[in-house]
């Protein structure tokens, strides 16, 4: 009887292989495959680092052009308003200087006196003639000059009674502003004359307000000039400069309205 055969060795040897293969990852899930997709999860995982870096740099580049655009915009800005005002400062100053104001018909803002002038002016202490002028250039007499400092110290003519100290200037228009005057020390003499038409000099104009304003001043020393205390407080007051004084010259209106502003200054009057 014949007997039964075994199956080849070899066959089983090729199935068994063939076993291991397939299940060592010949399409199955190995040990060290991660059921074929590892390679796969590591390769997206640096993809997406890729892309998220990627991204993060399109951010940053962006955040700097837009800060360094908005830097750009505010200094153009500024540097445009800056221009601007400069424009607006120097077309005002053009103007002024091609359109000076008028203070009096004769006298425009861009008068030598013509700060003095106006401000005596605006205060009520000066006023022009009937036609509006001030006439700068006339010389201004010894009872103009007082009536107008006494103007300007709001004297009360009303307290005493100021007749009579001269006979040169009874009955004058001028005649209560010079006896207060007298009165008052600015002004000295006997009962004869005044002189009250006679220009005003450079020197009798200091000594006038020194003493109606009530400046400090030394008396003269032995073998000084009677008028150099009087100078010398006028320029410690800021009165005066020495280079602007001249002895003996006789005084302008608007020079004496430049003494007067600045005495009145000095005493905060102005």
């Not at 018909?105 to 000066?126: M, N, P, R, T």
């Not at 006023?127 to 010894?142: A, L, M, N, Q, V």
């Not at 006789?250 to 102005?270: I, N, P, T």
Request: aromatic residues 12%; glycine residues 8%; charged residues 25%.
């Amino acid at each position: 009887m014949p007997t039964k055969k075994s199956a080849p060795k070899m066959a089983i040897k090729k199935m068994s292989a063939m076993s291991t293969k397939k299940m060592s990852g010949g399409g199955g899930c190995g040990m060290n495959s991660g059921c074929g997709g590892g390679s796969k999860m590591m390769n997206n995982m640096k993809n997406m680092s890729n892309h998220h870096f990627q991204f993060l740099l399109i951010i940053v580049v962006f955040s700097v052009v837009s800060l360094y655009t908005l830097v750009s915009f505010f200094n153009s800005t500024n540097n445009y308003i800056k221009l601007m005002e400069a424009n607006v400062l120097q077309s005002d100053e053009v103007a002024m200087e091609v359109s000076p104001y008028e203070i009096f018909v004769d006298v425009k803002s861009d008068h030598q006196y013509a700060k003095a002038i106006e401000a005596l002016k605006d205060a009520g202490v000066i006023g022009g003639y009937d036609d509006d002028s001030f006439k700068p250039e006339k010389t201004i007499s010894r009872a103009e000059f007082l009536s107008v400092v006494a103007n300007a110290l709001d004297a009360d003519f009303a307290s005493g009674n100021y007749f009579k100290c001269f006979k040169d200037v009874e009955g004058q228009w001028f005649e209560v502003p010079v006896c207060y005057a007298k009165e008052k020390g600015w002004v000295k003499g006997g009962a004869e004359n005044y002189g009250p038409t006679a220009d005003v000099l450079s020197q009798e104009a200091l000594k006038m307000i020194t003493l109606a304003f009530e400046f400090d001043y030394e008396e003269a020393e032995k073998g000084q000039d009677w008028y150099i205390p009087f100078l010398n407080s006028a320029i410690d007051n800021k009165v005066i400069t020495e280079k602007e004084f001249t002895y003996g010259k006789v005084l302008s209106r608007g020079q004496f309205a430049e003494l007067l502003y600045k005495a009145m200054v000095a005493k905060d009057l102005l």
